[in-house]
């Protein structure tokens, strides 16, 4: 079953996309959406995450630029509007937004109360940003770029936390692969994976770069990670 939710914050309203399993009662999963918006991929990643159990919840991140995006990943025009989107979004309100679309999932009536975030690109920054400066029950980041540029709020992360770099991704470099790993080095809490012959976005539904063995282990190894640390 699906709906649209509104979640409220102390700067306005914005939408947000759920997806529920069967269960009366369930963990909710906060998605996080690339430069695309809530679109068809999205919207899949949510489905398979309540076809293993979760209330799957994705906000619109860019509703204080434009409402409603929904881009296409193969459409040229949709990829330039998408980034540049993604250049004049802010990450701090962002990260309001994600916690208030986290107090929106635990009170939905058939939510247990534990909440988890995961997220792919932009969304795989907002999930470290997320855990770094707000309690989570457990995240997920898939290829989150920028990510390198954050580090020193690394160390303030708690939750267990997953992350998942694909070795061969254009957008975030080795070197940069490298600081992040050094950075979560030692943390007990974190597990990095790294996909050889990967590029960026190898799990996205239809993306140039998908990898269906890649993905297929990337995603069994998210669902139980959340299925362990959201009950």
């Given amino acids: ?10 700067d306005g309203q914005f939408d947000a996309f759920v997806s529920y399993p069967q269960a009366e009662r369930a963990p909710a999963v ?13 919207r899949a990643t949510c489905d398979a ?15 204080r630029q434009e409402r409603g995006v929904d881009l296409s990943v193969t459409s040229e025009a949709d990829w330039k509007k ?18 208030a679309t986290m107090a929106a999932a635990a009170s939905l009536p058939r939510a247990s109360g534990k909440v988890g975030v995961m ?3 932009l969304g795989g920054l907002m999930t470290f940003l997320t855990a770094a400066r707000h309690p989570v ?19 303030a992360i708690r939750a267990p936390f997953l992350m998942h770099l694909a070795d061969e991704d254009e957008f975030i470099s080795q070197d940069a692969q490298n600081a992040i790993k050094k950075a979560l080095d030692g943390k007990p809490n974190v597990t990095i994976h790294s996909y050889a012959g990967c590029n960026h976005a190898f799990s996205r ?3 140039a770069h998908y990898n269906a063995e890649a993905a297929r282990t990337a995603n069994d ?11």
């Fill in 137 to 155: 029950d457990a995240a997920v980041a898939f290829h989150g770029g920028d990510t390198d540029k954050y580090l020193d709020e690394a160390d």
């Fill in 82 to 99: 998408g980034l540049a989107l993604y250049m004049a979004y802010d990450r701090d309100a962002g990260v309001r937004d994600v916690v």
């Fill in 205 to 207: 539904h239809g993306g």
């Fill in 221 to 231: 190894r998210t669902w139980a990670f959340l299925k362990k640390h959201l009950g």
């Fill in 30 to 42: 906060v998605v996080l959406h690339e430069v695309f918006g809530v679109n068809d991929d999205i």
């Fill in 1 to 10: 079953m699906h709906e649209n939710i509104t979640v409220t914050t102390g």
């Fill in 119 to 121: 997220g792919y690109c």
């Fill in 49 to 63: 995450l309540a076809g293993q159990g979760f209330i799957a919840v994705a906000p619109e991140l860019f509703w």
